[in-house]
């Protein structure tokens, strides 16, 4: 759990704890918390995600990080501290995914756009918008600090197969 290879976390998996408990606010904003969140950006790649958030490398504290260009457009890179979505407009079902949930993509209901107040890793606050894939990476991101996993969003039938599918491949060695 949270073994650390370098600057890469290892990225927990259901049935971890950790997913399922409300991070704690950062209070501290300091080089550490700089080093932390390159160590995030380079765990997230290494694992071929657009989204990390602290949990999911057993550090309960919210904090995420997002890149939905996967490294392709620097000014994409999206550090959210703290943050909370404080608007919300329509709505878009699409498939969704997570590190955490290797494998298991299904399709999630989620708001089309949003707008999210967090602060930076310097501590200041700010606002910032997105829609399509964006909007659906910060609401599934934010959901991981409050202890929420994508299947946690599913109809109750939906989400008891995919842990059956789940308990299969534990089973098999496969998780
Ligand atoms: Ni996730």
């Given at each position: 759990m949270g073994k650390t290879v370098g600057k890469i976390h290892e990225v927990v998996k259901w049935p971890d704890p950790v997913l399922a408990k409300p991070g704690e606010p950062v209070t501290v904003f300091d080089a550490k918390l700089k080093k932390l969140v390159d160590e995030m950006f380079e765990s997230m790649y290494a694992a071929q995600g657009i989204g990390l958030a602290a949990p999911q490398i057993?550090?309960?504290?919210r904090l995420t990080v997002i890149d939905v260009s996967f490294k392709k457009?620097?000014?994409?890179?999206l550090v959210l501290i703290n943050?909370?979505?404080i608007e919300r407009e329509g709505k878009q079902v699409e498939e969704e995914g997570c590190l955490s949930l290797p494998e298991i993509r299904e399709k999630v209901q989620r708001a089309a756009k949003v707008k999210v107040r967090a602060q930076d890793v310097t501590g200041t606050w700010f606002e910032t918008e997105g829609e399509e894939l964006l909007a659906r990476a910060m609401q599934h991101e934010i959901d991981h600090l409050d202890?929420?996993?994508?299947?946690?969003?599913?109809?109750r039938l939906k989400r008891d197969l995919v842990i059956r599918k789940i308990k299969k491949m534990q089973k098999n060695g496969e998780w």
């Open positions: 057993s550090i309960s504290q457009n620097p000014e994409e890179k943050p909370e979505i202890g929420i996993l994508f299947i946690d969003r599913l109809s």
